[in-house]
């Protein structure tokens, strides 16, 4: 189903390629809870409002978050949702931030599983593209941060400007509409 105005979400266009049956429903439904508070509990933080208690289940990932977070230097965007205005899709965004020591922004999507999924290089070029059609700023270094339940640094992976990983995600917006 076409998010707002009838425009796709990325997460509608590349949905198709995330596999989910072989999680049991009760542990995928679980799962998306604990990534919805902990997305809540991040959001909070960067926005300078950091009230919100969590469950136990959660802390973990939300102190990973703290630890990684001291790195930042400039919050420019949080939770946001942009449309592109050439390839007309929508998109939601984590964070956009720059780094201390950094000398441009980056697009950061927080995660919650242990291993990196097929679609996420895709996901986080096509935020990148976002950010980069709405604003003055030109993201670099973006990627998956992805936290840990035992409140451990998280680990980071960077797409490296992977032209590869837009153009899949520009082929798949394509097929998204042919058979919608």
């Known amino acids: 189903m076409p998010g707002r105005d009838g425009i796709p979400s990325v997460t509608e266009v590349l949905g198709v390629f995330t596999d989910f049956t072989r999680i049991r429903p009760d542990v995928l439904a679980h799962a998306a809870e604990r990534g919805t508070i902990v997305h809540q509990a991040c959001a909070a933080i960067a926005e300078g ?5 969590v469950c136990p289940d959660c802390a973990g ?13 400039t919050v420019h965007m949080v939770e946001a949702e942009l449309t592109h205005s050439i390839y007309n899709y929508m998109g939601h965004l984590d964070l956009c931030v720059t780094l201390r020591g950094d000398l441009s922004p980056r697009v950061i999507d927080l995660k919650t599983p242990v291993t990196e999924g097929a679609t996420w290089k895709a996901q986080i070029s096509a935020y990148e593209a976002l950010v980069i059609d709405n604003t003055d700023l030109q993201c670099r270094q973006s990627g998956s941060l992805r936290l840990r339940a035992d409140g451990g640094f998280p680990k980071f992976t960077q797409n490296d400007g992977d032209i590869g990983a837009f153009n899949a995600f520009l082929n798949a917006l394509a097929s998204y509409r042919y058979f919608k």
């Not at 409002?49 to 208690?53: C, I, N, P, V």
């Not at 990932?61 to 230097?73: A, C, G, N, P």
């Open 49 to 53: 409002l950091w009230s919100l208690k």
């Open 61 to 73: 990932y939300v102190k990973s978050f703290e630890r990684w977070f001291d790195m930042v230097d």
